[in-house]
């Protein structure tokens, strides 16, 4: 009974293990691919010809703020948000490429947003 427990833990260690490096090299190869559909870059552009000068002033201190309080951020909470906001993954694909548990990178997450309204404000 304990060596069948013993050779089941190890397959799953095994199996999980493979997932992580199935999962870590499809992110590396879509990394570089960054698409945008056409019609949304032409509305941002457009947004942006739209705005005053008043407004494009205001808006770099708001991102220069934004990348302030990203700064802050340890290098994990970075990933994550990075993951889960640029890259889309959903917490159960970021969980595997951290080495972490779901549950702790859903909760990373919500402290990192919590961190951030906090700054930001």
Do not use: C
Request: hydrophobic letters at 45%; proline letters at 2%; glycine letters at 2%.
């Amino acid at each position: 009974m304990v060596l069948s427990w013993l050779a089941d833990k190890q397959q799953f260690v095994w199996l999980r293990s493979v997932a992580q490096h199935k999962l870590v090299d499809r992110y590396r190869r879509s990394i570089h691919l960054s698409v945008m559909p056409l019609e949304q870059v032409v509305e941002t552009v457009q947004a942006e010809e739209m705005l005053t000068p008043e407004q494009i002033v205001v808006r770099r201190e708001e991102l220069e703020r934004l990348y302030t309080a990203v700064g802050k951020l340890s290098l994990l909470q970075r990933q994550v948000l990075q993951l889960r906001v640029g890259d889309g993954l959903r917490f159960a694909e970021m969980a595997v490429l951290l080495n972490k548990s779901e549950a702790t990178v859903r909760k990373l997450y919500s402290h990192t947003l919590a961190f951030l309204r906090k700054v930001y404000e």
